[in-house]
Structures are given as C-alpha cells and as structure tokens.
C-alpha cells in the first residue's frame, strides 16, 4: 500500500528525510513524498500554519491512486479540508502522536521548538480529546531555526524540554513535536529512559490500522 506524504513546508530536503522516517516505522506501507508547492520552509507561527493548510488543501486536488494521506506537520494543518475531499483515510502527524502518547490514560506532554505554535497545539489536543492529559508544550530556548540546523544542538535542548516535561509536567510519555526529528528523538529516548513518541512513525502505525492493513 502506497501512502501521500504531504510536506506543508517548501523544503523538499525535509520531504525526503521524513519520507525516510516513515519508512523506517516498519509498517510495511510505501510512502510518497509531495512538498509544498508555495508557502515557507519551516512553519514556525500561525499564519504559516494557515498557509500550510492551503498548500495541504492544493496538493490534495490529486492525490492519485494512494490508499491513505498522511499531513506530515505537527500542527495538522488543512487535515480537515483533506478528509472532506478525499475517500481515504487522512492522518494528521500531531493526531497520531497525541493518540499514542495518551493511550492506556498516561499524562503527556509536547517538547519542541517553536512558540509560535503552542496554541495551535493546545487546540488540537483539545480537539482530539485529551486535554485532561495533557501536561503542557515545553519549548527548546533560542531561535528555532538555528536549532534545527545543528542537530547536536537540537538533541540537547529538546532533551532538556522533554526532562523538564517529566519533571515539571509529570509526564509519563513525550511527544517530539516535529516531523524530521528522528535522531533527536532517539537520542532523548537514551537519554530519559521515558516513552518519547516520534510523530511520523505513530502517523504511519496509525495509518496501518485504520487501513485495517
């Protein structure tokens, strides 16, 4: 089964490494990557995300012979636009995350690094149901896009958001809130010792189960 992998975001690098990401989840589903076809090359505050949810809405007017669609940006922008014009299952990043984290009722937190966009995910984890558990978005310090070109960089001050998480928060579980953050994540998780939830492989097992696949 082939999947569309949606990158709001114009940085078609991004698109290939979460591609990669997805992949590595070991569902056995295929995944093709689209990018952005206008918009910015990292979403970082809301009128970005707003402009994310109309190139994810763009890039849906063919989405081909795909089984599903996954909207690989935390905030899930456009996901809702997806699903009323499409008749395969849409899966939103930041949804399937959050799902994970609070399976079994466990207490969750988000550590990642934009600001901007800590509202938007406030309103999608009330949206998804599970603001009772939710213990709050804890945020790396500095300029997010200097973070993320430093991959040493980014590791540490995620890791520190996410102890804070725990410590703070009482987290029992950690999303990395971002798409292309597998090696920090792996990285945080050697680190805590704390379920730590890498958004786009939950998006892909949750993309298996809802094909039934």
Same mark, same amino acid.
């Given at each position: 089964m082939t999947?569309?992998?949606?990158?709001?975001?114009?940085? =078609?690098?991004?698109?290939?490494?979460?591609?990669?990401?997805?992949?590595?989840?070991?569902?056995?589903?295929? %995944?093709?990557g689209r990018t952005a076809p206008f918009g910015v090359p990292m979403i970082v505050e809301p009128v970005a995300l707003a402009e994310g949810a109309r190139a994810v809405a763009a890039m849906c007017m063919d989405a081909g012979a795909h089984e599903g669609v996954i909207v690989a940006a935390f905030g899930d922008p456009g996901i809702e636009a997806a699903r009323a014009r499409l008749?395969?299952?849409?899966?939103?990043?930041? *949804?399937?995350?959050?799902? *994970?984290?609070?399976?079994?009722? #466990? #207490?969750?937190?988000i550590a990642t690094t934009t600001p901007g966009l800590v509202?938007?995910?406030?309103? #999608?984890?009330?949206?998804?149901?599970?603001?009772?558990? %939710?213990?709050?978005? %804890?945020?790396?310090?500095?300029?997010?896009?200097?973070?993320?070109?430093?991959?040493?960089?980014?590791?540490?001050?995620?890791?520190?958001?996410?102890?804070? =998480?725990?410590?703070e928060g009482g987290a029992e579980a950690v999303i990395i809130g971002g798409g292309p953050l597998a090696e920090a994540a792996?990285?945080?998780?050697?680190?805590?010792?704390?379920?730590?939830? *890498?958004p786009l492989p939950a998006a892909a097992r949750l993309m298996r189960a809802r094909l039934g696949a």
């Open positions: 999947i569309l992998l949606l990158n709001p975001n114009t940085n =078609a690098e991004t698109t290939a490494k979460m591609v990669a990401i997805a992949g590595r989840a070991g569902t056995g589903l295929v %995944f093709d008749a395969v299952p849409v899966v939103g990043i930041g *949804e399937a995350s959050i799902l *994970e984290a609070a399976e079994g009722g #466990r #207490r969750f937190a509202d938007a995910i406030a309103g #999608r984890v009330a949206g998804y149901g599970k603001a009772a558990q %939710f213990a709050g978005t %804890f945020l790396t310090e500095g300029d997010p896009d200097a973070i993320v070109k430093d991959p040493a960089h980014l590791a540490e001050a995620l890791g520190d958001a996410a102890e804070r =998480a725990i410590a792996a990285a945080i998780a050697a680190r805590l010792g704390t379920a730590i939830i *890498e």
